[in-house]
């Protein structure tokens, strides 16, 4: 088996000179989703640039990778931004149910990982009608990955895979390690999560009426049809069954998500390109490996994306084939 890994100065130096042009065109799209009005912004540099639907990730995080829990790095936007000065155009989304797609409605009893990739398809055929483009690459962080991954399966106008701190393995499992690794956490929420997750990978709906209040939020009633969808997916074997390029782009001081995942992904079939950022974190600004010191970087917008992390998206979707 055979696993195309680039380091970063690899990336860095195949990368196209930054070079001085006129600022990138600013639009916001809408496109009909199955369930309503979604919208988005598109950052194009110029006609004819390739272009990446950037997908979020978990929970209510908007088109500029902010959400109201503490997360206000901007990192979306910033990426969007470096992406347009190298040539590449992008896509970035608000989630059904959330923000300016609002409209579009999200039925927690129905919500599931193959509903977020039918609004996909939606925003493909949008993005391909609006720029004439015969394809757009998808470009999923964190659980975005996943989304990304299930969407191109069977989604028509797919170049490939970018794929940004996006687990290797079962979320669930995910999940369990970031519990188990928190030493703040005392035994019994170990065991709490631990039932949940256990059921929910069954699944099986549960009571959690009994759970501790900080579990409430994660695995209350009215998230557990969605968390039983999310856990159902192998995010190596979507990548094993999709024949198209696939870029896996991870950083070091990741705490949500680490090189392990990063690997799985990229050992999952031959012709996966892996490309290592030292020192990225999950919200792709450079960081420390301390827990302290690294969620510090969450909320600062005026922070920077960590080097090479553009340059790397951008060498490849330029130069993939």
């Not at 394809?135 to 975005?144: K, R």
């Not at 990229?266 to 302290?292: F, S």
Request: hydrophobic share 45%.
């Amino acid at each position: 088996m055979t696993i195309r890994t680039l380091a970063i100065a690899a990336a860095l130096a195949l990368a196209a000179p930054v070079t001085a042009q006129a600022a990138p065109a600013e639009a916001v799209l809408d496109v009909a989703g199955p369930t309503g009005k979604l919208q988005g912004t598109m950052l194009s540099p110029a006609a004819g640039a390739p272009v990446l639907l950037i997908i979020p990730g978990s929970g209510p995080t908007d088109r500029d990778g902010n959400n109201p829990l503490g997360v206000k790095g901007s990192s979306y936007r910033l990426l969007a931004e470096a992406l347009a000065e190298r040539g590449v155009a992008s896509v970035r989304i608000d989630k059904r149910g959330q923000f300016a797609s609002a409209g579009a409605k999200a039925d927690t009893a129905t919500l599931s990982v193959a509903a977020y990739a039918d609004d996909m398809k939606a925003w493909i055929a949008e993005v391909r009608r609006r720029t004439g483009a015969k394809c757009v690459w998808l470009g999923g962080h964190s659980e975005g990955a996943l989304v990304a991954s299930v969407t191109a399966q069977d989604a028509e106008g797919v170049c490939g895979l970018v794929l940004i701190s996006g687990s290797g393995r079962r979320l669930s499992d995910v999940i369990r390690e970031q519990i188990a690794s928190n030493p703040a956490n005392p035994p019994f929420i170990l065991e709490q999560t631990d039932k949940a997750l256990t059921e929910l990978r069954a699944g099986r709906t549960l009571d959690v009426s009994g759970f501790h209040p900080g579990l409430q939020p994660l695995f209350g009633p009215q998230v557990q049809p969605f968390l039983i969808s999310l856990f159902s997916y192998d995010p190596a074997e979507l990548v094993k069954a999709y024949k198209g390029p696939v870029l896996v782009v991870q950083g070091t001081t990741d705490l949500q998500i680490t090189m392990v995942d990063a690997e799985r992904l990229a050992a999952a079939r031959p012709g996966v390109t892996l490309v290592r950022i030292e020192g990225m974190n999950h919200v792709l600004k450079t960081a420390p490996a301390d827990r302290l010191g690294n969620m510090s970087t969450y909320g600062d917008a005026s922070l920077p994306l960590a080097p090479g992390v553009a340059d790397a998206i951008a060498t490849f979707v330029k130069n993939a084939r």
